[in-house]
């Protein structure tokens, strides 16, 4: 697995703004308009979400960010890893830097919000692998043949 330095990202960055267009633009191509529920950059600099890079010699491998929900629920969003960095553990770096934050924070669930059908898979499998179950669609989400909602007690 590759050392991935992480930071706080203000998203001022070129290539933070470029990972996060190639997201929205793949879920475009997964899911239809209505069921995307990925934040624009705008949203993400926010002050109840809190965004992080991954990085690897200069390079941008993913990214992710927090979202307060309430004081004992947080979401994660803008999970993405750049694609030359896909399966050399820069989402899971991104990821188990979130649950870290989330734990420190006093959270006692995390959830979150991914597509449903195949593509998506990979993202499955990650987070399955560090303990999220589907569960009930939570907040404004509507689980369907194209949205799933997973979440993670943290207690």
Not at 121 to 146: I, M, N, T, W
Request: glycine share 8%; with cysteine; proline share 5%.
């Amino acid at each position: 697995m590759t050392d991935f330095s992480l930071r706080l990202d203000d998203l001022s960055g070129a290539e933070t703004t470029a990972l996060l267009k190639l997201h929205l633009d793949e879920m475009h191509q997964w899911s239809p308009a209505c069921k995307i529920n990925s934040l624009p950059v705008e949203r993400l600099k926010q002050p109840d979400v809190t965004f992080y890079s991954a990085w690897s010699d200069g390079a941008l491998a993913a990214c992710g960010a927090i979202k307060h929900l309430d004081d004992h629920r947080g979401e994660l969003k803008a999970m993405r890893a750049a694609p030359e960095f896909r399966g050399q553990g820069a989402g899971e770096a991104i990821l188990i830097h979130l649950l870290d934050v989330a734990r420190d924070r006093g959270y006692d669930w995390v959830g979150l919000e991914t597509g449903a059908t195949q593509p998506f898979q990979p993202a499955h499998r990650l987070y399955q692998k560090h303990g999220f179950a589907v569960c009930p669609a939570f907040d404004d989400y509507v689980s369907d043949e194209f949205s799933l909602c997973m979440g993670l007690s943290l207690r």
